[in-house]
């Protein structure tokens, strides 16, 4: 069975330093929000990886949605950081570690 998750790395921006504390409880409600509707599998920040805030490990049904979350993250839209999305293909006891 094909499982797939998707992970999306945010990047600090140029601006990033100027992050406001709304912008952060804005970060943190979306999180809530991805939890409470069972589609965040993980997420956390970097420590001593220069450049990068953090990441969110997605559990959607498709890349386009996982695409649509990633715009609406407020880090994001506010311009304090950018992302990539990486498509995650999930290996395990379940499927033989793909084997």
């Given at each position: ?7 999306m ?6 601006t ?11 970060h943190?409600?979306?999180?809530r ?9 993980l ?9 990068m805030?953090?990441?969110?490990i997605?559990?959607?049904g ?10 609406q ?5 506010g311009?304090?950081?950018t ?17």
């Open positions: 069975m094909d499982k797939t998750m998707y992970l790395l945010l990047e600090k921006s140029k990033y330093n100027r992050l406001t504390k709304q912008a952060v409880t804005q943190v409600e979306n999180i929000m991805l939890d409470d509707s069972g589609k965040l599998e997420c956390g920040v970097f420590k001593g990886w220069p450049g805030a953090g990441m969110y997605l559990k959607t498709s890349r386009e949605e996982a695409e649509a979350l990633c715009e993250e407020p880090l994001v839209v311009g304090y950081a992302y990539k999305l990486a498509t995650l293909q999930i290996a395990d006891q379940e499927n033989n570690y793909l084997l």
